[in-house]
T-cell receptor, first 112, second 113 residues
Framework: GQQLNQSPQSMFIQEGEDVSMNCTSS?????WLWYKQDPGEGPVLLIA?????ELTSNGRLTAQFGITRKDSFLNISASIPSDVGIYFC????????????FGQGTTLQVKP | NAGVTQTPKFRVLKTGQSMTLLCAQD?????MYWYRQDPGMGLRLIHY???????AKGEVPDGYNVSRLKKQNFLLGLESAAPSQTSVYFC????????????FGNGTRLTVT
């Protein structure tokens, strides 16, 4: 089945630094979504990408849908302590059932 | 707005016991999903439903059953719990299939001893 490979697995950075994480797949995805999960809570949608090449920002977050439709990246600029959490990439594959396939997650820790 | 509500939040079971996890959404969403989250593995789809009265298997369905008798509720059952089912379970819903983003509940942490 379709799989997403997300990297890095974890990051430990200083407050104020920029962060970049990415997802790749061997197969094409129709959409790419980026979620954040805070401790003890469910994932919350950050950014949704629907077209190849699309570049979208949400505050300090920027994400892009790769032109080949097989990859996406998420950048966080000027990190702050509340950016701590697990970030997941996810994608809709070829079916029309709304099923999302998730990457393994990137755990971000920010040192004040 | 409640959104997606999961009950219970925590549960400890002994091997062989059974239980049902309840997911309720108040957004009139057609599609509902059950995922499990394990360290380093992301979220994996157990079962899903594309409408009231329908269910389908996901990526890791073995050992679980589901029912969608009412549009707003999606139940996940474990008939005979095993330690391998220790996990955090998330329910999600979306208004329709295709490319609609999923909305998640806050999870149920299940430990099977």
């Amino acid at each position: 089945g379709q799989q997403l490979n997300q990297s890095p697995q974890s990051m430990f950075i200083q407050e104020g630094e920029d962060v970049s994480m990415n997802c790749t797949s061997s197969s094409i995805f129709n959409t790419w979504l980026w979620y954040k999960q805070d401790p003890g809570e469910g994932p919350v949608l950050l950014i949704a990408l629907y077209k190849a090449g699309e570049l979208t920002s949400n505050g300090r977050l920027t994400a892009q849908f790769g032109i080949t439709r097989k990859d996406s990246f998420l950048n966080i600029s000027a990190s702050i302590p509340s950016d701590v959490g697990i970030y997941f990439c996810a994608g809709h594959g070829s079916s029309n059932t709304g099923k999302l396939i998730f990457g393994q997650g990137t755990t971000l820790q920010v040192k004040p | 707005n409640a959104g997606v509500t999961q009950t219970p939040k925590f549960r400890v079971l002994k091997t062989g016991q059974s239980m049902t996890l309840l997911c309720a959404q108040d957004m009139n969403h057609e599609y509902m999903y059950w995922y499990r989250q394990d360290p380093g593995m992301g979220l994996r789809l157990i079962h899903y439903s594309v409408g009231e009265g329908t269910t389908a298997k996901g990526e890791v369905p073995d050992g679980y059953n589901v029912s969608r008798l009412k549009k707003q509720n999606f139940l996940l059952g474990l008939e005979s719990a095993a330690p391998s089912q220790t996990s955090v379970y998330f329910c999600a819903s979306t208004i329709s299939g295709g490319d609609s983003p999923l909305h998640f509940g806050n999870g149920t942490r299940l430990t099977v001893t």
